[in-house]
């Protein structure tokens, strides 16, 4: 069993009134001692990145590498969230429903993990 620490880092000086300093940190147990960041080119047409019946619970890691085009996340059916240029997303998956990625034009490259817990 291998363990993963993600940790998230929020600063600033000028979003409030108060200076923003939040650092979070966890010890995640990991099944899988192999995981690979892989590529894809994605298209207006939705993607299935993850089926569901494949994994069980997991930790997802994706980032929009590209620089104007958005792309949008869906677990199932349901538009989940959306990636703009250059941002990503770090999160727990219960694996109910599959993981669908579509691009809002042309072909932007996501680049992806998953860590099986």
Do not use: C, H
């Amino acid at each position: 069993m291998a363990t993963l620490t993600p940790t998230l880092t929020l600063t600033s000086t000028d979003v409030s009134s108060d200076s923003l300093s939040l650092s979070v940190t966890d010890s995640l147990s990991i099944t899988k001692d192999v995981v690979n960041i892989s590529r894809v080119g994605l298209t207006n047409t939705d993607l299935t990145l993850l089926a569901a019946a494949t994994y069980t619970k997991s930790y997802v890691y994706l980032k929009n590498t590209d620089s104007s085009i958005a792309m949008s996340v869906d677990f199932g059916s349901t538009l989940s969230m959306s990636l703009a240029a250059g941002e990503f997303a770090f999160f727990p998956w219960e694996s109910s429903q599959n993981l669908v990625v579509v691009a809002a034009s042309g072909t932007p490259v996501l680049e992806y993990a998953l860590f099986e817990a």
